[in-house]
């Protein structure tokens, strides 16, 4: 199966990797750990898991502005996602993303990706595919 | 989005590396908030200054800024996590402090003013009504918009620098006069304590966390009830604007503002907020005053409650060093240390390393600092009047 869904760009970027995918929100500050780049926040679906170099699918982020910093904080670490793709963006992942430099898009039906799919992004068009 | 010539060229990179970084934030948040252009501000206040919170990242960050960045506007600081003059005293790990000082270098290598303070308009930083700005720290966000009815959304620490920056923010929010009538009006009972304001607008917030409520019955509070109102609504919810019929600028200029809904809070709620900010421990490790920090008339008020008796436990004022100085002119501060009070200025206690410092159960009079400091830093806490307080810190 392949689907291709067009967004907006919040940082250009063409990259490709596996989607890790969630219907929750994230909390960078606090919701996940900038020593291992795991998913730390008590209850969360993806509670756990390792972002690293994935293509990381979420509705949107939460919490404190001070999120922005734990993402540059993975990306100078070599624990940052390889990209980022949102339903709504929000300031916190957009200033995140530009001062880490890990691509971005936003206003993608987050629903339709999920974990284990390959995704290749090329600026503002996302390609799905599913084996 | 549209851009100038010049916002463009900063986008380029033709200012450096700062300003552009500054542009892409700006034309980003621009994007996702739909704004058709920027606005060009007269000034930031910027938070994000603790290495409590902005840690390694945060610091490198700023030092990449700071090689060829400088601000555009007048610009000011929250506060730090220590007294940059009585650290040392204040118990404050050495390890924590060499890296805050870095901090404190990089904003001053920016051109930022080391204000260090959560309330800029009692430091210097006073706009005026209609002043398009960007300022982070939402109870000084609050406090511009609603008591002096400047015009600025609510940033976080990296999108007010770079407005700073830049000069401009994306025009969007608060600053569009359709997005600043009241949404809800809220019937409160008269009050008169700083502390019950701080309660009523923690309250509110958690209700009504997106809301511009309008307060009709509040009688006449004075600025510090305003900022204590502020501050509540700032941390129990996202409000970044209030209306206070009769006082604050934009009602009393445009009477007929009004809200279709309308809800009323009674004393009995209010009682439950303060109740519910009442953990149980006989004696409080630290006794304080100053969220947000302190005006002159706040610190005359504790000193007057102390009815001239010695304190017996850490018993801190926090404010800026422009209030305190004030504070010093008046003799105040002098009185306050024969007491054993002390004043303490370029920090808080929410972003100060306060269990490093040994201390387990507060009590303020501050709502957002008693929400923050139970959450965020693990404290327990009492919520009480000036009164109550100076008691507390006598017995």
Known sequence: MKIKLEGRVIRYGEVEGEALATRQPISFYGGVDPET??????????????????????????????GSYILLRLKKRGLAPKAIINKRCEPIIAVGVIIADIPAVDMIDTDKISTGDLVKITGSVVEVSRT | MYLTREE??????????????AMEILVALGKIY?????????????????????????????LELAEDGRVRVPTTLNPCGMDLENWRKMEVPEDFADKQLKVIEAYRKLGIKLTLTCTPYLAGNLPRFGDHLAWSESSAVIYANSVIGAR????????????????????????????????????????????????????????????????????????????????????????????????????????????DERVEIELRELREVIEEFSDDFEEPDLVFIGCPHAS??????????LRGRRVKRRTWIFASRAVRDQA?????????????????????????????????????NSAKAAYFSRNLNKLKVKLESIEELAEEAVK
């Open chain 2, 34 to 62: 739909e704004a058709d252009r920027m606005i060009e501000i007269k000034s930031a206040q910027i938070s994000g200054v603790s290495y409590k919170n902005i840690g390694e990242e945060g610091l490198e960050f700023l």
């Open chain 1, 37 to 66: 780049g795991r998913i730390i926040e008590r209850g969360h679906e993806l509670e756990g898991e390792s972002i690293t170099d994935k293509i990381l699918v979420f509705p949107y982020g939460k919490g404190s502005t001070v």
């Open chain 2, 152 to 259: 600025t959304n609510r940033e976080g620490g990296p999108s007010a620098l770079a407005a700073a920056i830049a000069g401009r923010t994306p025009l969007h929010g608060l600053h569009l006069s359709e997005n600043r009538a009241p949404t809800i009006e809220i019937l409160a009972p008269e009050l008169r304590e700083e502390y019950e304001f701080a309660a009523l607008g923690f309250l509110v917030g958690k209700r009504f966390g997106d809301s511009v409520p309008l307060f009709r019955g509040l009688g006449a509070p004075s600025r510090d009830h305003l900022k204590a109102l502020g501050a509540g609504l700032a941390s129990g919810g996202g409000v970044a604007l209030f209306h206070v019929e009769g006082v604050t600028p934009e009602i009393v200029r445009d009477p007929g503002l009004a809200a």
């Open chain 2, 296 to 305: 002159i008339e706040e610190i005359t008020a504790f000193y007057e409650a």
């Open chain 2, 328 to 364: 010093e002119s008046l003799g105040l501060k002098r009185k306050l240390e024969e007491l054993g009070a002390e004043i303490i200025c370029d920090t808080c206690p929410i972003v100060a390393p306060i269990r490093s410092m040994g201390i387990r159960s507060v009590a303020t």
């Open chain 2, 8 to 21: 463009e060229r900063m986008l380029k990179g033709e200012y450096g590396y700062a300003a552009q970084k």
